[in-house]
Each structure stands twice: as structure tokens, then as C-alpha cells.
């Protein structure tokens, strides 16, 4: 019974509800999904072997309501026996994704459906083979909340697609910023756009109907100040990216947004420490530009960190900024910092008084983004100062 509780709320994790992950971070909401359904298959692991001696089979006369002994109906098991290898399934495939020779939109579908499988057998196995579980005052209770799990599902999958068709965009520009690096600009297509916060993501869909599973998550890199328009910074990756410089403008595209909650807003420090890996620079963008466009008062210092010089973005913008520029393998002539974003670094660059009172976003690389945390933490930083989200996403 946990453990189909469990995998009951899962699914209300996994909607992108931004009710549920705008306090904490899709990426909070993400790694807690991931943790529940270990801990559901830890309980499924153990739910067998908690009968160890319990006679089975059919009536007895010292038990006429059969709630001191297992069943045996084959039907009644063969559901449950179905649901534990399903879970197990479904989480090592989830494990095991990236190492897999299959597109994240074939893996997720899978997903899905065997998730919509899975808990229709646990409530078949819950009823038929339990003895608390298939009490009919509780039957209601598992009804109601496998209903509302597969209403999740109805909701991803069906309604917010329909809604979306309602609020369609087009592709105004797509430009190349660097030699694997895309600006790709929208345009609201008959409404008046979203409105969103400086640093958050949306769910991107380029050419492809809103009902597809074609979708996946940019930073936003502009300011909400610009307008209704909106931009992304996008890094050739996966499919998708590759082929972003075919899109043509005109092409209709779709978001699912805003998420996340990297927002400044009000925040009481009087200075604002960006620091940015590759293209995790994105939603900092965006930070960056909306403080200026608002005349915020708050200092801004950007440290902006790449592998080599070409991958710089809107390195004229950022040069009238407080900008540090980091590379790991630099040019010969090369004036600005060198080798990686780390704790010696940080601590060149920033002041004590910095380190103890600033507030500090931080996108990147996971690697970085461990280091820099950190050094700011054996420095003093408050971890209520320290604003950072993590989502690793095909």
C-alpha cells in the first residue's frame, strides 16, 4: 500500500505542475521523482518477503474473512507479479537512459504508458489480493487517487497540448552566435505571449504539432522588459539542436512555460554574483539584461567561463558589463583569466564583503556548479544566497 501510494504521486511529480515545483525547482522536483520511485521499489522488494509463514490459500474455518491469509488466486497475483517487474523496468530503463540506442521521445512514451500500466495493475492487485488494501471503505481512497494519476496524464498529454494550440508562436530569426551555438527568437502568433520572471526555461516544440512528444527545455535568454518576444541561446547537443539551423522563420512553434524558479526578484542584497558555464550563460542573460533595462540599482558582476575564445557569446554586450572571461585552454593572447571556475579563482575576483552579503545564480556544468557552491559555502555564503537549478533533460 506504500508502495502504490508512492508511484500514485509520482505522477503529479513528473506534470511539470508549476504549482508544485515553482518554490523549489523543476530540478528538486525531478531528483525527489527520482528518489520516490526507488524507495516504491524498495518497498516492492520487500512486500513479499513480509509473508514469510502467513498460511495461503483458500477459506479456513478459524479465518471466515480471509484476513490472515494469503491468497492464492492466480489472477489476484499474476497482476501484482506483472506490476513488480514493471517497476523495475521502468526505473533501471530511466537509470540507464542515455546509455540506451533510442531518442528521449520514444523513451518517454514508453515511460508514460508504462506508467499508466503499472498503476492499473497495482489498483487490480491492491483490490483483488489484499486484505486491508481491498477493504470497500479503502477502495474508494485507491479509485480516487489512481483517478487523479491518470488525470495527470489526460491533463500533459491532452488538455494542455489543446490549450496550447490556442497560443501558438513563429520563428522570427534563427542566428548562429557561434560555431555551435544558436540564438532562436519567437514572436507570439495572435496573443499577447506569456509573461515570465528573468532566468526561468520553457519546454520548447519547433515544427512539430502540440500533441508531440518533441519538445525540450531552453532557458529563456531574454528579458521579460524586451517585450512579448522571447529568445533562447541554444547549444548543438542532441537531435533537435543539430538541425536548428534548417529552421526557417515563419515556422510554428510551441512552448510549455515558464518554469523554474533561478529569479532574483525580490531579493534584498545590494549586489547580484552571475557565474555562468557555457551555454548555462542563457538564463543569466537574462538576469543580466532585465536589471539593466529596469535601471535596477543593484551591482551586477557576470563571471563567464568557456573552453576556448569561439564560443564566447554577445562578448560585445558582456564587455560593457562587470564581466570576467574564463577559459580553460586560451589563446597566446589571451588577457582575461585562465583554467576553470573554481574556488582560487572566486577568490580573486570577488572581495570578502562579496562573498558575505552578495547573492550568487550559478548555471552550468554540474561539475562547476559543485566546486563554485562549495567554495562559496567554506567562504561564509549563506545557502538562502545561493540560487542555482539543475535539469539534465535530452
Given amino acids: 500500500m506504500l508502495g502504490f501510494s508512492i508511484i500514485l504521486m509520482e505522477f503529479l511529480l513528473s506534470g511539470r505542475f508549476r504549482v508544485i515545483s515553482s518554490s523549489v525547482g523543476m530540478d528538486v522536483t525531478m531528483r525527489m521523482h527520482q528518489l520516490m520511485a526507488r524507495t516504491a521499489l524498495g ?123 490556442q497560443k501558438a508562436w513563429r520563428v522570427a530569426s534563427v542566428t548562429r552566435l557561434t560555431p555551435k551555438q544558436w540564438e532562436l527568437r519567437l514572436t507570439p502568433d495572435g496573443h499577447q505571449g506569456f509573461a515570465f520572471q528573468a532566468g526561468q526555461f520553457a519546454w520548447l516544440n519547433v515544427g512539430h504539432s502540440p500533441f508531440s512528444l518533441h519538445e525540450n527545455p531552453f532557458s529563456i535568454s531574454s528579458a521579460p522588459a524586451d517585450g512579448p518576444a522571447i529568445s533562447f541561446v541554444i547549444k548543438e547537443l542532441g537531435d533537435f539542436t543539430c538541425e536548428l539551423g534548417q529552421v526557417t522563420p515563419g515556422t510554428t512553434a510551441y512552448l510549455d512555460g515558464p518554469h523554474g524558479n533561478l529569479s532574483v526578484n525580490n531579493r534584498a542584497e545590494r549586489g547580484i554574483v552571475l557565474v555562468a558555464g557555457g551555454v548555462g550563460i542563457a538564463p543569466l542573460l537574462s538576469i543580466l539584461r532585465q536589471t539593466r533595462m529596469n535601471t535596477d540599482q543593484r551591482d551586477v558582476k557576470l563571471i563567464y567561463g568557456n573552453r576556448i575564445e569561439e564560443q564566447i557569446v554577445y562578448r560585445e554586450e558582456l564587455s560593457k558589463e562587470d ?72
Avoid at 537509470?95 to 499508466?116: P, Q
Avoid at 552579503?357 to 567562504?379: K, Q, Y
Fill in 323 to 394: 564581466t570576467i572571461f574564463v577559459l580553460s585552454e586560451p589563446p597566446e593572447n589571451w588577457c582575461g583569466e585562465t583554467g576553470r571556475i573554481d574556488g582560487p579563482l572566486l577568490d580573486r575576483v570577488l572581495s570578502s564583503e562579496q562573498f558575505e552579503s552578495w547573492l550568487f545564480v550559478i548555471c552550468g556544468p554540474n561539475a562547476m556548479m559543485d566546486t563554485v557552491e562549495n567554495h562559496l559555502i567554506a567562504r561564509g555564503s549563506a545557502s538562502q544566497r545561493i540560487l542555482s537549478e539543475r535539469f539534465d533533460y535530452d
Fill in 43 to 165: 518497498f516492492a522488494l520487500l512486500h513479499p518477503l513480509l509473508y514469510q509463514g502467513t498460511p495461503s490459500g483458500g477459506h479456513r474455518p478459524w479465518d471466515v474473512s480471509r484476513q490472515l491469509t494469503i491468497t492464492t488466486d492466480f489472477p489476484a497475483l499474476a497482476s501484482g507479479i506483472a506490476a513488480y517487474l514493471l517497476l523495475f523496468i521502468l526505473i533501471a530503463s530511466a537509470i540507464v537512459r542515455k546509455t540506451l540506442d533510442y531518442k528521449y521521445e520514444t523513451w518517454r512514451l514508453m515511460h508514460g504508458l508504462g506508467a499508466l500500466v503499472l498503476a492499473c495493475l497495482l489498483l487490480h492487485h491492491t483490490v483483488y489480493a489484499g486484505r486491508y488494501g481491498g477493504h470497500p471503505q479503502l477502495n474508494y481512497l485507491w479509485l480516487t487517487m489512481t483517478s487523479v494519476a491518470i488525470g495527470t496524464l489526460l491533463y500533459v498529454y491532452l488538455i494542455k497540448p489543446l490549450r496550447q494550440v
